[in-house]
């Protein structure tokens, strides 16, 4: 098949699917296609790559990195603007908000503080204001009336834009689709994204959602509705395990399994008796790898990666933790909110490493070069408040709670050979169910199920609400 007629189905596909899926809500606001917009372009590439049509993440000179993209910029500040636009013509109750996100609030407070010793405070600026953006959009799904169906109709709408694209450029635009590995120099399959882990992440988070949707439909799938939902399901699910096989990014092959696992666990039957039996269990295992790691000194990270067939090293991982952290930020404060990357530290590593790398491949280390043993311990103050949170929703009516669970359990993990805690498509995604929002107004006389709980209302009252 010609290309460009690939391209032309691959359209044709697209707007059938977003126009006919029979899992489509008309009750969603409008305004959702801004986080979709946002959230497209953190799992795939910027609005300057897509364009130039650049494959991969290539080495940039230190000027670039400093002043980004212009065209980059106006689409993240368009972006911003509408997210805002939207909040306040919702009237979002910003100060009930902050008081309800105390530990977040720190985190990006202090994130902002560390501008002022950063030796860029201009490019530190920009960065933390584009960041900023992934809460702003993450606010916009939160205080829709109807928050579940937002988040659903949010992920499903990545799924429809990440999988199918991706085997577009596989398939008819290799070219497009693959790069050569910085350290092995083989090739390796990027599909939208702009490397093989940034595919592995789209493909964990497509799969992690189809299968949580799947199984929270699974009990009315004699209804014929919900037959054609679990069927598309399906045909997604198969693209999305073709690409992770192709990604070769045994990261996030793992983290799948033990996502699925934990929202299977959480579906049980004995959970539903239980649900503390899955509280407590997730944190124990944390523990477990902590106390095997740091207490009996064991690599686990090494021990998986040489069960999973790949090099116990990391492949370079190892080489670019110790280059960094020979640079001696300031332990307490660190070197500024993303500023780490920029100037003669980005040189140094440069040298040490032989490679134009701008992340340590570890989310932990990234944030205390950045903002040191603080950012460290009010970033744990978060993942804690984040678990409390998610915990409570977790009651036999509520589904949502275990699909933000699933998340919550890998991200740590995740974080261990990437570093996912600025900005990538697994983070934010993580935020949906982290952020507690206020109540949302009513819709049409009913009141709408409030964002911070995901409470599920029963069918005759969410007819109500979208007719």
């Not at 979709?36 to 670039?64: D, H, K, N, Y």
Request: charged letters at 15%.
């Amino acid at each position: 098949m010609p290309p460009s007629l690939a391209l032309f189905l691959w359209l044709v596909l697209l707007l059938a699917l977003l126009r006919f899926d029979p899992a489509r809500n008309r009750g969603i606001s409008l305004g959702l296609w801004v986080p979709v917009i946002w959230m497209f372009i953190a799992g795939s590439r910027l609005p300057a790559q897509w364009l130039s049509g650049q494959v991969g993440a290539p080495t940039m000179a230190a000027e670039a990195m400093e002043e980004g993209d212009p065209l980059n910029r106006a689409v993240y500040f368009a972006l911003i603007l509408l997210a805002i636009g939207i909040l306040i013509s919702r009237s979002f109750k910003w100060g009930e908000f902050f008081a309800r996100n105390l530990a977040l609030t720190a985190f990006l407070s202090f994130a902002l503080l560390s501008v002022l010793w950063s030796d860029f405070p201009d490019v530190a600026f920009k960065r933390w204001f584009r960041d900023l953006g992934n809460y702003l959009m993450i606010l916009v799904v939160l205080s829709d009336p109807l928050p579940l169906e937002a988040v659903r109709t949010l992920l499903r709408r990545l799924c429809f834009l990440l999988v199918p694209l991706s085997v577009l450029l596989v398939k008819y635009y290799p070219q497009d689709a693959m790069h050569y590995g910085l350290y092995t120099g083989v090739p390796e399959y990027v599909g939208a994204a702009t490397s093989k882990n940034m595919l592995g992440v789209a493909c964990m988070i497509s799969g992690l959602f189809l299968f949580w949707d799947t199984m929270t439909r699974w009990a009315d799938r004699k209804e014929r509705q919900t037959r054609r939902i679990i069927l598309v399901n399906v045909a997604l699910i198969a693209m999305t395990l073709w690409l992770l096989n192709l990604s070769s990014s045994e990261t996030s092959r793992v983290c799948l399994v033990l996502g699925c696992l934990v929202i299977a666990a959480a579906h049980s039957k004995a959970a539903k008796r239980h649900p503390a039996l899955v509280k407590v269990s997730i944190p124990l295992g944390i523990c477990l790898y902590l106390i095997l790691a740091f207490g009996f000194g064991i690599d686990v990270n090494a021990a998986i990666a040489a069960a999973v067939g790949r090099d116990p090293t990391l492949t370079g991982r190892t080489v670019i933790w110790n280059a960094v952290l020979s640079t001696h930020t300031n332990p307490l404060l660190g070197a500024g909110y993303e500023s780490f990357w920029l100037g003669p530290r980005l040189f140094k590593v440069w040298r040490q490493t032989g490679a134009g790398i701008n992340e340590a491949h570890n989310g932990y280390l990234e944030v205390y070069l950045n903002q040191g043993f603080i950012g460290l311990f009010l970033l744990g103050g978060f993942l804690i408040a984040s678990y409390r949170t998610i915990c409570r929703r977790l009651t036999p009516f509520s589904s949502f709670a275990s699909l933000t669970l699933a998340l919550w359990t890998i991200l740590p993990f995740y974080n261990v050979t990437e570093a996912a805690f600025k900005g990538q498509l697994i983070f934010v995604v993580f935020l949906l169910g982290a952020i507690v929002v206020p109540r949302a107004p009513r819709v049409r006389g009913v009141s709408a199920a409030e964002g911070s709980s995901f409470e599920e209302s029963p069918p005759e009252l969410r007819e109500a609400v979208t007719a």
